[in-house]
């Protein structure tokens, strides 16, 4: 059974974020099937490589279209991303230097944080964006 679904009320509103969301529950997915199947460490940084490409490269999105559209939570947004992001360099870091490894720690802490984040501060900039014609 796969660690996250994706249903209709984790929708944000805007077509392209809630599609880029499916990619990176599939990719977190993914990560999580290769932990389970006790793939080695090599292979997990494999999957966890693109996890955190992707999800660098939705987040610069998400915060270009608040940034263009002038959206007032921008800076707590962008936090909240940076500090995601230092967390996975981090993590990334520790992994190829094979003092840790794709744990079902990291993946609760994975799973919380992008539904946590998704659900909360994501879900705010809809309304926003919608107003300013972002559909
Ligand atoms: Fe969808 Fe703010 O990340």
Redesign the pocket.
């Known amino acids: 059974m796969a660690l996250l679904v994706w249903n209709d009320s984790y929708s944000v509103k805007v077509r392209r974020?809630d599609d880029?969301?499916k990619k990176l529950i599939d990719l977190v997915n993914q990560l999580h099937e290769a932990m389970k199947a006790g793939k080695g460490s090599a292979i997990l940084n494999d999957v966890l490589g693109p996890l955190a490409a992707y999800t660098q490269t939705?987040?610069s999105e998400?915060e270009r279209l608040m940034l263009y559209n002038g959206y007032p939570g921008y800076m707590e947004?962008k936090k909240?991303?940076d500090q995601l992001v230092a967390h996975v360099r981090d993590f990334q870091k520790q992994v190829e230097a094979g003092t840790a490894s794709v744990s079902l720690g990291l993946m609760t802490f994975l799973k919380d944080w992008l539904l946590q984040?998704?659900q909360g501060?994501?879900r705010k900039y809809g309304p926003y964006l919608n107003e300013k014609g972002v559909a």
Do not use: G, K, L
């Open positions: 974020f880029q969301h939705h987040f998400e947004h909240a991303h984040h998704i501060v994501d």
